[in-house]
């Protein structure tokens, strides 16, 4: 840990085995949490490269149970950084610490709507601090067991087409990293790991990030991962989500190849919209308003989830073009098969045996 941290301090970049030696040493608890701080601070401070990230994604996800999906080139991820507890992260996502999240879970209702479309998804997250709502959250509100084990959640997704993955089921080694994250308060390598390591090991993938400079690095680093079809995006006045409300870059990858773009709504007929227009709250809140898109409620909510299904659809091979994959999230919604997506959910998952913590 000590050589690796002050390599970083001289901005020189970690082999991605040096990284995976690290993270190795983090996530078994060989490094203390005043190793693990000065570690994130100083990568923070230079720059993570693809290697780093690759070689730290790697190593999580020997740490992390897998589940078996069929058809695993059928089935897309549609992941978020939503093991956020750094204060820079929460406060650019809320613009007042603690009040709440700034959009609504599009994910989650992105989630229901492309599996709605015959796309089997796969949706990681947890719990969000504070007042915040994460993925977690607003899905026990809408009635969705969350305490599954790997083989109800394997049965979930390969039955009913869609299914949650808890992340403190699955990533217990990020135990040791919580505290340090905490106190140092600073986006990290960390924020960027956690989607990267989804249990299904979907083929395809849309990726979420806060930074517009990033969607061409961690399309890189898709690649590197064996993703065969994606797109990494950062949307105007929504960080990690394709913006109705204004210019979204997209990094696309696919056949090795990374392509960078810009997508504006209204090249997709779609009205621009203020951010405001999409602004969630608490979990009963957000359960409300997915609720009331997939009964067909119309307007900037229902216009942001069309936008994000369809880059899942294209990605997915399913669509040729954004218009088209609007189109088919419109079907998903309006034939009620979204809806009726979320009640095979909650009644699989509240059918299954109460999950059992291992004592350690």
Do not use: W
Request: aromatic content about 4%; charged content about 25%.
């Amino acid at each position: 840990m000590r050589s690796a941290i002050a390599k970083l301090i001289k901005k020189e970049s970690l082999t991605e085995e040096e990284m995976k030696r690290v993270m190795d040493t983090i996530l078994t608890g060989r490094a203390t949490p005043a190793q693990i701080g000065a570690f994130m601070a100083a990568l923070r401070i230079k720059g993570e490269t693809v290697d780093e990230i690759v070689g730290a994604a790697r190593v999580l996800r020997t740490h992390t149970p897998s589940i078996h999906c069929r058809n695993r080139l059928e089935s897309v991820s549609i992941d978020r950084d939503e093991i956020n507890i750094e204060e820079e992260t929460i406060l650019d996502t809320t613009g007042i610490m603690g009040e709440g999240t700034k959009t609504f879970n599009v994910s989650t209702a992105t989630a229901l709507v492309v599996a709605g479309a015959g796309v089997k998804v796969t949706k990681y997250g947890s719990r969000a601090a504070s007042t915040r709502c994460g993925s977690a959250n607003v899905l026990s509100e809408l009635g969705v067991n969350l305490e599954l084990n790997t083989i109800d959640v394997e049965s979930c997704v390969n039955t009913v087409g869609i299914g949650f993955l808890y992340s403190p089921l699955f990533h217990g080694a990020m135990a040791f990293i919580g505290g340090p994250r905490q106190e140092v308060g600073l986006r990290s390598l960390f924020n960027l790991i956690g989607p990267l390591c989804n249990p299904a090991g979907a083929k395809t993938q849309v990726l979420g990030v806060y930074d517009m400079d990033l969607t061409e690095k961690m399309a890189h680093v898709l690649h590197r991962l064996g993703i065969e079809s994606g797109f990494v995006v950062c949307g105007e006045g929504t960080l990690d989500e394709i913006s109705i409300c204004g210019v979204t870059k997209i990094s696309r990858v696919k056949a090795g190849e990374v392509t960078p773009s810009f997508l504006h709504p209204e090249e997709v007929a779609l009205n621009v919209a203020p951010p405001e227009a999409i602004q969630g709250g608490d979990a009963a809140q957000n359960a409300r308003i997915i609720k009331a898109i997939l009964d067909g409620e119309k307007g900037p909510k229902r216009d942001m989830v069309l936008l994000n299904a369809a880059a899942a659809f294209v990605a997915a091979g399913l669509d040729a073009d954004f218009r088209a994959g609007i189109q088919r999230a419109e079907a998903s919604i309006d034939s009620g098969s979204a809806k009726e997506k979320l009640e095979k959910l909650i009644a699989f998952t509240n059918q299954c045996n109460p999950f059992v913590r291992k004592e350690a």
